[in-house]
């Protein structure tokens, strides 16, 4: 038969050692730090330094030559050749003047009038516009099977003047183009346009349609 004091003494023990247990994980507890303080435990030690900003090219206007084939109707086809400027006022919509120069030829005339009808065979042929361009179709032209490059297709229409045997007419332009860019600076320019002036050369006044295409390069800056 168990002695009730040594069951007493047993139960005492083991309430002590509950005890002790219990205040050891107080303790631990107290002493890890809580991870909800606020207080910042690492400071880094950075030394600030002013940054200079790159000045990327805006890219926005751009400058080119062309050259291709002028008909003018009733005198024939001649070789054209120009200057072009423009400005991108938005990634959709640009500005362009061209100035540009060819020959018109009476030579189908002179065969019924005696002395044709400009002074000379050919005569000089000029013409400057303005006009609005915006950009239909951005995207990517596919050379062979390896390389791509981006491209815009665009339409494009403006007013201008035209001179041709010491007559100068107002000139309705319009028509479509296509750029094929090499990089962020030059392009590959193709046009077709129509050159729509009134003439007073054969005994009255006529609208003529003058069909104009070309082929440039355009630098950008």
Same mark, same amino acid.
């Given at each position: 038969?168990?002695?009730?004091?040594?069951?007493?003494?047993?139960?005492?023990?083991?309430?002590?050692?509950?005890? +002790?247990?219990?205040?050891?994980?107080?303790?631990?507890?107290?002493?890890?730090?809580?991870?909800?303080?606020?207080?910042?435990?690492?400071?880094?030690?950075? @030394?600030?330094?002013?940054?200079?900003?790159?000045?990327?090219?805006s890219n926005d206007f751009d400058i080119g030559f062309f050259?291709?084939?002028?008909?003018?109707?009733?005198?024939?086809?001649?070789?054209?050749?120009?200057?072009?400027?423009?400005?991108?006022v938005t990634e959709d919509f640009f500005v362009q003047s061209?100035?540009?120069?060819?020959?018109?030829?009476?030579?189908?005339?002179?065969?019924? +009038?005696?002395?044709?009808?400009?002074?000379?065979?050919?005569?000089?042929?000029?013409?400057?516009?303005?006009?609005?361009?915006?950009?239909?179709?951005?995207?990517?032209?596919?050379?062979? @099977?390896?390389?791509?490059?981006?491209? *815009? +297709?665009?339409?494009?229409?403006?007013?201008? *003047?035209?001179?041709?045997?010491?007559q100068r007419r107002a000139t309705f332009n319009f028509g479509?183009?296509?750029?094929?860019?090499?990089?962020?600076?030059?392009?590959?320019?193709?046009?077709?346009?129509?050159?729509?002036?009134?003439?007073? +050369?054969?005994?009255?006044?006529?609208?003529?349609?003058?069909?104009?295409?070309?082929?440039?390069?355009?630098? *950008?800056?």
């Amino acid at each position: 038969m168990t002695n009730p004091m040594n069951l007493t003494t047993l139960c005492n023990a083991l309430l002590f050692a509950l005890t +002790l247990l219990t205040g050891m994980d107080a303790i631990a507890a107290d002493q890890v730090p809580s991870t909800s303080s606020t207080e910042q435990i690492v400071v880094p030690e950075v @030394t600030r330094r002013d940054i200079k900003l790159p000045r990327f090219p805006s890219n926005d206007f751009d400058i080119g030559f062309f050259a291709g084939t002028y008909a003018t109707q009733n005198f024939g086809s001649s070789a054209v050749s120009g200057l072009r400027l423009g400005y991108h006022v938005t990634e959709d919509f640009f500005v362009q003047s061209a100035l540009a120069q060819t020959k018109v030829s009476d030579a189908s005339f002179r065969q019924i +009038l005696p002395g044709g009808i400009f002074p000379t065979e050919k005569e000089k042929l000029h013409y400057y516009n303005l006009s609005l361009g915006y950009n239909l179709l951005p995207g990517e032209v596919f050379i062979r @099977t390896k390389y791509a490059k981006p491209f *815009s +297709l665009y339409l494009i229409g403006g007013v201008g *003047s035209t001179s041709v045997n010491q007559q100068r007419r107002a000139t309705f332009n319009f028509g479509s183009g296509m750029r094929v860019f090499f990089n962020d600076h030059i392009a590959l320019q193709f046009d077709a346009r129509d050159h729509v002036f009134s003439l007073d +050369l054969l005994g009255k006044r006529q609208r003529t349609q003058n069909i104009e295409l070309s082929v440039g390069l355009t630098a *950008s800056f």
